[in-house]
Every structure is written in C-alpha cells, then in structure tokens.
C-alpha cells in the first residue's frame, strides 16, 4: 500500500513537527516504526492530537482503574460520553462533568460558554434530555489584576450559553486561591434524563452504514485546540487565541431538538458529538468502540470558509456539530427532521470492516467556492488502534511531597474580637453569597427547580419522566464539591473529603446519592511530586466513594494546569446525583422557625485549623495540619442524615464546610433572617476561634421542633452518630455563649457583598 | 379552555408555559411550532420564553417574520386573548401588537431573581383586581421597557399598563433594584388598546405551584379561565 499523501503546500512531516504538536522524541519514533512509513502532515495531526494527554489519558488511564465504577444502580459506567444511574420506572439519570481550563484563560466568555456546551452535547448525545447544569470554578487571588476580567467573562459565557439553551444551571462553587492566578479552572457538569432502553451510545457500528454529519459548518477554530489543553502555559499563552472555539447556542438548542427528534425514529445505530479534536477523535472513538473502521470523504464536509486542508478539517473544533451512524436506507429520516430544524446534514463517510481510520480528499478541489472537481486521494490511512489503545500509557515516576519543615499545627494568635472575626470571613469572597454570579444564570427554566441556588446544600430539581404510560414527577439533588486546600495538605485525604461534602450536601437535601463524575485538575504530570498527588487523590476518592455508595460513572482529567512552573493546588472536583423518594423529604439549609432546636450532628470539631479559609486568610498560605476523615464515621452520618429526612423530623440541615462551624451557623441565620443561640460543640479543649473556623469534615447543623429532639436523638444512636442540643432558633442575633453576639442584619450584609470589590473593577464582561 | 403555545427556534420556556397551563391549570394545550400558518382551534394563545432565533440581531426581531405571525396577528384582531412572556413580550412590541420596546438591562447582566409586582390595571389575565402585589420570577438580559414620553401618557389614558414592579409591600421602587432592569416607569407589562394581548418580562408559568415555593402566577391563567367563561 502507498503511503498517504501531502496536500498541496502541507511540509512533509518531521520530527520538529511532531515535537510542535506535542509528541516527544519516543512518540515520534514510535509512530514511525508502527507505520514502517513517514505519516502524512494530516497523519501527524491525527496521531499528536489523539494521543495528547487530554485525548489519550495517557499518564493518567494507570490510575483511573482503580475507581469504583459498579453498583446496581449504574446503567453505564465510564467510557462512554456519559455515566448513567437508574432513577426507577425505566428511566436514568446522564451526567458528566469535564474541564474547559485552558480556553478560559485565554478567552473567558467563548472559553466558559463552549466548555457549557460541550458538556450538555455529551449528555444528549446519550439521548437523554438536559435538566440542569453546574459548574465548579476556580479563580486567582481576589485582588490579583485579572480576577474580575476572568470572573465576569466566564460568568458571563456560561449564562450566555446555558440561558439560551434553556438548561437551568442550579448551583455549583467558586473558590479563590492564589494557586489559580495563571490558571482558572473552569469545570462544568450537565445531567440530563433518558429512558434507559433508549440510551444512545458512540458507536459506529454496521459495515456499510453511512455516516453523517449534523450542525455547524466546519471552520478553522480551535485547532489543535485539545493539544494546548496539554501543555502548560508559559509567555506565549496570548498568541494561542485562534485555538479557542467560539459557541452558537442557538445551533446548539437547535441540534438538541433535532436530535432528540431523530433518536426517536431509531434510524440511527450510532451517534457522537464532535468535542476536543473534532471529526477525528468522533470517528475514531466511534470505530474503536464498535471494533470497526471508518472512511471519510473529506470533500463532503459542510465548510465555511475556502481552501481548507484535510489537516485542517480533521482538527478543527468548531462547536456544535454531531456524527451520526444512520441505519443503511434510514438516511433521509435524518435529512427531513434536520431540514425541519434548519441544520446542516450531509453523508460523510461509510462504517467500514477494516479496523482503519481512512480519509480522502482532492487536491485542488474546494467545493466552498466550487474550484476543481473532486477525484479524491487517500490522505490519511491509519489502524484505528494505533490512535486508541495502543496509544501511550505512562505511569510516571511519583515522589511524595517532602514533609513541610515546621506544620503549624494550631492558629497562633488568637483574634481578639471573634464577632468581627465572623463578620470579616462572612464577608470574604470564598465564603460570602454567590448571588451576583448564580442571579446571571436562568436557574429556573423548565419548571423544576424546587430547592434554588443558596438555599439547601444541593440543588434540587424535578424531572418529568414521560412514557406511554404518561409523566412521573421524579425528583434528583445535585451538588459539586472540592476543597483543594485539603487536598494540598493531604491528597488522598483531602480527595476523599471532596467526595464527602459532595455526598453530605445531598442527603442534607434529603436525597440518597446515586453516583458521581470527576474532573481531575491538576498540575504537570512529568514532575513526580505532581503525579504523586494525582495518584494519592485518585485513591482517596476511590475510597470514599466505595464508602459513601456514590460509583463513577463518568469523569475527566486536566493535566498541565501550570503557568511558568508554577502549579495550581491539587483540584479533583466531583458532582453527584442524588434522587429523593418523595419531594417532601426535602430541606434546606436556613432556620425556618422561632424557638426550634438547633443540634450538632456528627463528632464535635478538635480545633484543628489545618487548610481552613481562617487560617489561609490569617497566613496567606495554604497550612497545618490536615484535619482528616475518618470514611466510617462518614458513612454513618450520611446514613443517619437521610433518615432523618425521610422521617421528615427537621426544619433545616447544612453541613459543616468552608469556613467551619461559625459560618455554617451564620449562613443558616442569613437565609431567612432568623437568630440563634448557641453553645460551641467542643471535643477537646481547644481556643475559641479554632473551633469556631476548624473545618473538619462529618459535621451537620441542624434545627426542629423541640418535641422532635428525642426521635432525632435516637435515629443518630441507632447509627452511632453524636448528637447534642447545643441552643435554639431565637432573636435578631447569632450567639454563639461566651463567644461572640453579632446581628443577623450585620451579616446578612456582609454576606450579600461579599463579590463586590471583585465585580466592581472594571474590565472583562 | 384551549392554549396554543407558540414554539419557535430557540424558544425555551416552551415546557414551563404548556406544563402549566396543560398540567396545572388542566387546559388541552399543544405546540404551535413556527413553520405553521395556524394556531389550531385555540382560546388563547401563549408565547413564551426563550432567545427566538437566538436573538442575536435584537431580541424578538426575527420571530416577527416567522409564518406563524400572520395567524398570531390574525388571532389577535379577533379580539382573541395573547399572553407574551418575556421573549414572548419583546416578539409582541417587534410584531408591532404592543407598543414600546425592551432594551438591554440598566445594569447590563441577565437578571433571574424573585422580584414584585403590582397589578396596575384590570383585563382578560389580571381580574385579581388593581393593587395586588404578586411575586414572580424574572429570568432576562433584554427586559427594560422603553417608551416615548407621548407613548407612555397613552398608555396610561387608556389604562394599558398592567404591571409595575413594587416593592415586597407594594410600593413603588423609587429608583431602587425593586425595579430589576430599569424599565421606565417601573412597567413590568403592559397590554394593547383592546387589552386582549398582554405582554410582560416576568414568569407567571414558573411561579404556579407550591411545590416551586409560590402559586402567585396561577391567578393570571385563573382570571384567563373566568375570562373565557369558563368556570
């Protein structure tokens, strides 16, 4: 067989190309013994973009292993676009999270808006319509110069995307940490419903079936765009606008609509969406998947712009575009519900038995400006394997981070005023409302948000699941956490505590969790001390979701997060879902009524301040000792938790996290304005303050009516789970004996403000 | 009582006004999807929210020319009731069935938050009775109301402005964020000369049943069944 050819004014391809692409020394040798031949340049983009870290999973695919990925409630598990838990009657809940990082920097609006849409494509591509969004963000210090241009543009980007899309984006979670000042993370989280007989999956399956392609017209942005999300930035960064998509979400309300639409009609065998690399990795995944080959007709694809190359098409990543299998003589069904919609569709390309990823295209021919007639030539001829399973796995070399020379292990001084202490981190912007950003996102939209951002732990939505046999309501809670101070201090602990709060925030909603997705942010994986942490989170969250019943289902990594060495805190961001039996279980995290008791769930914090917002605050670094998690006491908590719930014995349930006791007890007087007067939970004799900002995890806050305080007290010692009365809803103020007295009012203010001097800069937007 | 609900590319509160008119208020409800040149044999018609055509020209603009504008226009002069919800509202004044226009927010951000609002003037949706302060939902980036001044003296000679937005206790904002997007004189909706088409910015779909924590929106559907005669 003859080798591919060059395109007109394509180099031939070489080892300085391939080090431009983002393959090493190895990896180019590597190519070129597997071949016994030179790749074409369109071959090389191939092969670079689909064994890039952020295609390939490369140094990170070793780890992911060891995840916990079964239970009976898990219809699809990783691998695919989406994860799948059952929600009953036939129906599943589709979610996933994933990264759009490095775009973000570079492009806040388009960066954050394509990362939204990007999300929700991987869940209707499972056929399962989009009910709710989150997103997790993380950006530099407060008072760095680009913080507000940074959070004002992805804020923006996602509400520009999601709001007219029509998804609600019902909660999620923004941390500020100097770690983040060269690089934001931007992580967003779609979960949508399907019935599970009528899930879609990516495969191309069907020698001979046509393959076609649906939406946007291909055009040169962000190629090679899945290659920069692998590299670390350095004093370039700037000049990499042009790999930055740029999103349609009307295209993309459209291609939801038409979709779904076309799934119902069953003349499909397989459908992909076109994400990081495009028509490339869509088609190759597709093949490998089904163990089958693909072949392209490169002249076919839908263009808006001239003289594009077979490089060039096959790397684009122009949004909202799909690939579909058509069941062979089903094509036009597709063709009539796309006109409908007003979308592109052509056939490009047959499902074929060859195991190899083959396209053509014709030299000199442009069908956008109709120069040339088309008489393709092969230009890509690829075993399919080469760019999938036998692409590179690394497990790189680890070291564990040297022990830290003196770990401060209790807070120094201690302030001497602990009321304006509380006030001053109530109004911190990595404690404070969220309001100015989640009052940017439509989070309404669709009738089902029950439980709204700021008001429970969760969010929590109701979904209708409509049959032949007509609709159930059905109910699901969602949150997403990640706390990468601990994670700094402790990786596999501070992982495992991530998954805690997440799981913690949901049965404090009232719901049972279900399952979770990831989004591993972290620095690069070369340097050992990074890889250690990587593989110490991975294992920490393996363990703690074994122990809290929530499965991966679904997930994504972010490697490279440096800029100029420098490399972000440790970041393995989790959401989880989670379904509630009965819609009357719910609860939200504020006082609801004068005179109810308020209790302490969970063991009773020992002054350790390692990690914590108040400590950060007080030394400008991330230190201490790590608090820890004991995963069985968790376990027992959350158990307790949710039969408390269900037997409807509380007003309000939020658990003890950012910030620690005393911010915990503020944000459940803010939300509806109600005093409290408490005791401080203590387990060791440890000063105030310490135990007031501790943020040690396996705590819950929670209020009742007095006459339920013996019922309550049983349920946690049928589970184990300490339980003390340690005051009652009452007044204008919060309380805390011997402590501090500071007015709701006051807080509530300072709560409100909180972003203010961040979004009252200019610039960005 | 018969709703069509107009769905046009890039409408997306489409589900929230049929569920609630179909499964809250019990009406036989069905999409009117765009392309078509009839509403089908409907009491009233609602169009809802969402970015018609993605409004990237100005909201509303595109939809104006859609082929089922003609039937909507029709249903209109036969005195047939129109609810226009946010988009549905900046599609009304494009089409030209509602005077005025809605601009880009005074503060320039999209807005979702509870605001209220007081009941200005009595019609087909709004038999509540001039005073009553509802609460509902707004959800929009385009919603600040625009007038001439002559414009506005007209409408309220002849008793077209239905909503203004108030304070919790009823009173007017005088400047404050009770108006969310600075509409002039505080206008949150407003009806035609006939008062049979009723447009407003915020959501009385996403504000109809307890289990979403307020049925204050309900009454606008209630006061359209009485209206129709039925019950």
Known sequence: MSAPANFPGEPESSLEIAREFGLSNDEWERVLSTL??????????????????????????????????????????????????????????????????????????QGAATGVGGILRD???????????????????????????????????????????????????????????????????????????????????????PILYVGSKTGRDGIHGATMASAEFGEETDSKLPTVQVGDPFMEKLLLEACLEIFATDCLSGVQDMGAAGLTSSSVEMADRAGNGIELDLDAIPRRTKALSPYEMLLSESQERMLMVAKEGREQEVFDICAKWDLDASIVGRVTDTGRFVCKATPGYDPFDGTGEPDPVVVVDLPVDLLTNAAPKYDRPQTSRAEQASVVTMAGDAPDDLGAELVRLVGSPNIGSRSWIW???????????????????????????????????????????????????????????????????????????????????????????????????????????????APVVSG????????????????????????????????????????????????????????????VQRTRSVTGAPVGIDLEAEAALQHAMLELARAKLLHSAHDISDGGFAVCLAEASIAHGYGARVTLPAAEDAPAHALMFSEEPSRIVVSMLPGNVGPVGEICARFGVPFEKIGSVTGETLAIEGVCEVPVEELAERHAKALDAIVSQPGGG | MRVAVVQFPGSNADWDALHTVRDVVGADAWYAFHKNTTLGDADAVVIPGGFSYGDYLRAGAIAGFSPIVSSIREFAERGGPILGICNGFQILTEMGLLPGALTRNAHLRFECRDIHLRVESEGPFTDMGRGTVLRLPIAHADGRYHITEEGLAELERHGQVAFRYCTLKGRPPNGSDANPNGSVSDIAGIYNRDKNVLGMMPHPERASEDILGNDDGLTLFQSLRRHLGLQ
């Open chain 1, 556 to 615: 994504n990594v972010s490697l490279y997060n440096e800029t100029d060495g420098n490399a972000i805190l440790p970041t393995p961001t989790v959401a989880v879902v989670g379904q509630l039996e009965d819609p009357e279980h719910r609860l939200g995290l504020g006082f609801v009524r004068e005179s109810d008791v308020i209790a302490h769930l969970g063991r009773a914090s020992r002054g350790v301040l390692g990690g914590s917002e108040w400590l």
């Open chain 1, 439 to 549: 009052r940017q996102y439509d989070h309404i939209v669709r009738d089902g948000t029950v439980i709204r951002p700021g008001e429970g732990d969760a969010a929590v939505i109701r979904v209708f699941c409509e049959d032949e046999e007509g609709t159930r309501e059905k109910y699901l809670a969602v949150s997403s956490d990640c706390n990468a101070r601990h994670v700094e201090l402790d990786p596999f602990g501070g992982a495992a505590m991530a998954v805690a709060e997440c799981t913690r925030n949901i049965v404090c909603v009232g719901a049972k969790p279900l399952g979770l997705t990831d989004c591993l942010n972290f620095g690069n994986p070369e340097v050992p001390e990074q890889m250690w942490r990587f593989a110490q989170a991975v294992d920490g969250l393996g363990a703690a979701c074994s122990a809290l019943g």
């Open chain 1, 123 to 209: 869940v209707f591509t499972m056929g399962a319509r989009p009910i709710a969004s989150l997103n997790s963000l993380r950006f530099g210090r407060p008072d760095h110069p680009k913080t507000p241009h940074l959070l004002k543009g992805v804020v923006a980007g996602i509400g520009g995307y999601g709001n007219c899309i029509g998804v609600p984006t019902v909660g999620g979670e923004v941390q500020f940490d100097s770690s983040y000042d060269g690089n934001i993370l931007v992580n967003a989280f779609t979960v949508g419903i399907a019935r599970t007989d009528d899930l879609f999956f990516g495969v191309a399956e069907g020698v001979g079936n």
């Open chain 1, 36 to 109: 016994s031949r030179k790749p074409s340049y369109a071959e090389l983009g191939v092969v670079s973009v689909m064994w890039s870290e952020h295609c390939s999973y490369k140094s990170s695919r070793v780890h992911l292993s060891r995840l916990p990925t079964t239970g009976p409630q898990v219809v699809q598990g990783p691998g695919e676009n989406a994860g799948a838990v059952d929600i009953g009657d036939g129906f599943c809940a589709v979610f996933k999270m994933e990264s759009h990082n490095h775009p973000s920097y570079i492009e806040p609006y």
